[in-house]
């Protein structure tokens, strides 16, 4: 069982993290149609995919459902994966605790990995090793990330005065993941780096998103961060003409 506080950090994932657009899925899958990788029946659905990293579950996992006939989605933590379960609405999606590293699946049986905003998070040697063993032949390794820029608040988070800015894990994010470490070693390869979306929230949970970011969650705890917190709050507000937190907003990501 997971923790009370380990509980509401992934009820807050599952409320303010962005889902990804399906166009972005479409696209993955194009990819996988394009290595030749035989569908399993009639159906013309793949046979299976894991989702690494996945979280709650709704931002990543399920997209991938109307494509195979199941979908795994796995995460190193037990509050994330109980949130997915919770919310799981596709009887072709299961859910299980499992390091990136260790995958719960047999040896060259699966046509797609996807990891959505997670791999930064992992040993790239030992995942990619592993995801040698379980991939079959012509299967995929689909990793993507994304960011968000506003000015006053971007330039201090990305700034040595946060401690979270300097960490690895964070520059690979940075970087977009084009670090040499991070380099998905198959011959055929496709990077897209011109790929945006917009996320319809509020700018009361537009700040939510940004304090379940490992990025921001610890600094803006810091009591002298957090008067200039909300005085961002205050000026998004401005810039909108309004003085309601709820009022709708579009985050380009």
Not at 47 to 56: E, F, N, R, S, T
Not at 84 to 111: C, F, G, Q, W
């Amino acid at each position: 069982m997971a923790s009370v506080g380990t509980t509401k950090v992934a009820e807050k994932y599952r409320q303010y993290r962005p889902k990804y657009p399906p166009e972005l899925f479409r696209i993955i899958m194009n990819f996988v149609r394009g290595q030749g990788t035989q569908c399993s029946n009639s159906n013309s659905k793949y046979p299976l995919a894991v989702d690494v990293g996945c979280g709650p579950g709704l931002m990543s996992t399920v997209f991938l459902a109307p494509y195979f006939d199941k979908v795994l989605g796995v995460d190193i933590s037990e509050s994330q994966i109980e949130q997915a379960t919770l919310n799981n609405k596709h009887r072709n999606v299961e859910y299980s605790i499992s390091p990136a590293e260790s995958l719960p699946v047999e040896d060259n049986s699966v046509t797609l990995i996807q990891v959505a905003t997670a791999l930064h998070w992992f040993d790239h040697e030992k995942f990619y090793r592993e995801c040698d063993r379980v991939l079959a032949p012509g299967g995929v390794i689909a990793a993507f990330c994304y960011s968000v820029f506003i000015t006053v608040i971007t330039e201090r988070l990305n700034s040595d005065e946060n401690m979270a800015y300097k960490a690895k894990t964070h520059q690979f994010v940075v970087g977009r993941y084009s670090h040499s470490e991070m380099e998905i070693p198959y011959p055929e390869s496709l990077r897209i780096d011109d790929f945006y979306f917009s996320v319809k929230s509020t700018i009361r949970n537009f700040f939510h998103f940004y304090e379940t970011t490992s990025l921001a969650k610890n600094f803006l705890k810091e009591p002298e961060i957090q008067g200039w917190w909300e005085s961002c709050k205050k000026r998004l507000m401005k810039a909108y003409g309004t003085i309601k937190h709820r009022r709708s907003v579009d985050i380009q990501i």
